[in-house]
């Protein structure tokens, strides 16, 4: 009964679970990825030309003046909407990145949509929980409850006011860096959701002493970098003459061409060394048999 119960793909191998969890997890973002380069595809395939450029009127059109401000407002409940319908966030948003990609929907249109998306995704949580027995209702809903309210808190700290909408900013700041270097996005997710976490994790384990200790000044510099930043673009003449300007500090300090030429060069050399074709200095060429 119990091996009937288990029974699976692997159940007749001598693959231990962990195995079998790899192989799984491989195996699923490979064809994760392969649906989404499939989606990109048929949307840039199906989305083009006058159909492209009817969408992007549609989409990206707000209501006439003094109603503007409703667009966004209503942008949110169609992507609450389409999200309870669809019961996933991933889908939704999977589906209007490549939009974006395309130019087809615009970043500020984007926006609204998937902040509405994080709202509909919680009501499968709440339904859940309207499904648990009479013992553990009060708790699965508290915590359903938490999750839609700290969803809707994102919403309102980042979208009444047009000042406080700072994701939109961020995402075409790393958007523009990704665009010029192309390594950059894949060490910002390493950075953001492997070394950072693993990090505050290992400091808070370590104890509070450590985590306030080297979080509380890494935390100052980054707020002290943003309120020099905006400074210098809105009233320099109240800084020091060393910090009106980042060219005063070494190149590599405030600018990723440094660290593009070394990341270049590395990934060169590693080419090289794997292709079996040793670098050849420059000026020279390879001998005809290897033509």
């Not at 900013?169 to 958007?175: H, P, W, Y």
């Not at 020091?240 to 300007?245: G, Q, R, T, V």
Request: glycine fraction near 6%.
């Amino acid at each position: 009964n119990v091996q009937h119960l288990c029974n699976h793909i692997f159940v007749n191998t001598a693959l231990s679970d962990i195995s079998v969890g790899i192989i799984l997890l491989i195996f699923s973002i490979l064809l994760l990825c392969t649906c989404l380069i499939v989606i990109v595809k048929v949307l840039h395939s199906l989305v083009k030309g006058k159909v492209a450029a009817i969408i992007k009127k549609t989409t990206n059109t707000d209501f006439p003046f003094p109603f503007a401000w409703v667009t966004g407002y209503i942008a949110i409940f169609v992507g609450a909407g389409l999200t309870f319908i669809v019961q996933s966030s991933s889908v939704f948003t999977s589906a209007i990145t490549p939009l974006i990609g395309i130019g087809v929907l615009s970043i500020e249109s984007a926006y609204p949509l998937t902040l509405g998306s994080n709202i509909g995704t919680t009501t499968t949580a709440i339904f859940a929980a309207l499904a648990s027995p009479g013992g553990t209702l009060s708790s699965s809903l508290q915590i359903a409850l938490c999750h839609f309210l700290f969803n809707l808190s994102g919403v309102l700290l980042f979208y009444p006011i047009p000042i406080t909408r700072l994701p939109i900013r961020m995402a075409k700041f790393l958007g523009n860096q990704t665009a010029a270097y192309r390594w950059f996005a894949v060490v910002y997710l390493i950075l953001s959701f492997v070394i950072l976490p693993l990090t505050v994790f290992g400091l808070s384990v370590a104890g509070w002493q450590y985590l306030t200790g080297i979080g509380i000044p890494f935390i100052m510099s980054v707020i002290s970098i943003i309120v020099i930043n905006i400074m210098q673009s809105k009233c320099p003449r109240f800084l020091p003459n060393i910090l009106k300007s980042w060219d005063n500090f070494p190149l590599w300090l405030h600018s990723l061409k440094p660290w593009d030429k070394a990341i270049t060069l590395m990934m060169d050399l590693c080419k090289n060394r794997f292709s079996g074709h040793p670098e050849q200095p420059p000026g020279s060429t390879l001998p005809s048999s290897a033509l």
